[in-house]
């Protein structure tokens, strides 16, 4: 399968635990991407990478949020000291650098439960 | 601030006729669009996109329709399946950032009866 892969699918954790969720891109693209999609919404750009450099970040990522993708390879999300506020399914996609418009792919996401 | 709107949460189709989805935006910097299709459970997956110097893309029984001078497009199904029903994702994104940086709109549920 040579898609964009989430780990793990599910995670319930309880309010005040640390969280990380892995992604693994598309092998060839650089261009990373973070999503959040609460009930109801459309997803919500967090942050992308170009390579291993972190280039925006939405002034949705709070300080509790922190992604990393060292390497330029598979890319981390952790959330510190996770709040009810935090459920939301988190969605990673990858795209190829491109002059033009093209479309991101993403993975199945991971579904966050903060109880 | 939503710049991408998608005014109707459901719309419900028989089988074999016509599904139009509508998208309506107001960032005048979006110049590439997208629809995305997602079911339960699972991530969104491309559907067709548009670029802002074309007023009609077609794939398949997939039709976009970009309206710049009214900020709107719209998505035709024809004809429609059982299994077109789904959320339909309008998304737009903008020169001078990463066009990977999508912009969507609320979603739209389909529901295609047999």
């Known amino acids: 399968d040579t898609g964009v892969s989430q780990n793990p699918r599910h995670k319930i954790t309880k309010r005040g635990q640390n969280v990380t969720f892995r992604c693994d891109p598309i092998?060839?693209?650089?261009?990373l991407y973070w999503y959040r999609q609460t009930l109801g919404q459309g997803p919500e750009f967090l942050t992308y990478?170009?390579?291993?450099?972190?280039?925006?970040k939405s002034r949705l990522l709070s300080d509790r949020f922190s992604a990393e993708r060292p390497k330029g390879s598979f890319s981390t999300l952790e959330i510190q000291r996770t709040e009810q506020g935090d459920s939301a399914m988190y969605l990673c996609?990858?795209?190829?650098?491109?002059?033009?418009?093209?479309?991101?792919?993403f993975g199945q996401g991971t579904r966050l439960t903060v109880v | 601030d939503q710049q991408v709107k998608q005014n109707s949460p459901s719309l419900s189709v028989q089988e074999g006729r016509i599904s139009i989805l509508n998208c309506d935006y107001t960032n005048s910097m979006f110049d590439y669009f997208l629809w995305y299709k997602k079911y339960p459970a699972e991530g969104p997956t491309f559907l067709i996109s548009i670029s802002s110097i074309k007023d009609k893309n077609e794939d398949g029984r997939f039709t976009v329709f970009l309206n710049k001078s009214a900020k709107h497009l719209s998505l035709h199904i024809v004809p429609s399946q059982p299994g077109d029903s789904a959320v339909y994702f309008c998304a737009a994104s903008a020169r001078g950032t990463s066009y990977g940086k999508l912009t969507f709109g609320q979603g739209t549920i389909l529901t295609v009866h047999p």
């Open positions: 990478f170009q390579n291993e450099a972190q280039l925006e």
């Open positions: 996609a990858s795209s190829p650098v491109m002059n033009t418009g093209t479309e991101a792919f």
């Open positions: 092998s060839e693209h650089n261009r």
